[in-house]
């Protein structure tokens, strides 16, 4: 069973930073590619960043958001700085057995984590 587990999320002031994090099982982070979705009120799901064949950004977080792995804690984070209003969203992390469709519908979902960013 894969379980993420998503923490970080609150709310900022515009031009601000935050930090999202995904805890994973070993077997889930050894073997699964992950990234982030987020899901802003209103709107459908979007992929935010994600490992799959090369790291994957949207342009709308390019140079703006970093995604990274960290081996020994098993987690994978989200480093978001100058962030905008338009940035409020819920942040899922996400996992699938495919780095092709970890891109386009991952099979697993964390249960989300609230970004809010005020102007």
């Known amino acids: 069973q894969v379980q993420l587990v998503e923490s970080g999320g609150g709310l900022v002031q515009a031009g601000g930073s935050l930090r999202l994090s995904c805890a994973a099982s070993?077997?889930?982070?050894?073997?699964?590619?992950m990234g982030w979705f987020r899901q802003a009120p209103g709107k459908e799901r979007e992929l935010v960043a994600a490992f799959g064949w090369t790291t994957y950004y949207t342009g709308s977080v390019k140079g703006r958001f970093t995604i990274s792995r960290d081996s020994a804690k098993r987690t994978v984070h989200l480093q978001m700085n100058s962030l905008k209003p338009e940035d409020t969203a819920v942040y899922y992390c996400?996992?699938?057995?495919?780095?092709?469709?970890?891109?386009?519908?991952?099979?697993?979902w964390g249960p989300g984590t609230q970004v809010t960013v005020s102007s």
């Open positions: 070993e077997r889930t982070f050894n073997n699964y590619a």
């Open positions: 996400v996992a699938d057995s495919s780095r092709a469709s970890i891109k386009v519908n991952p099979a697993y």
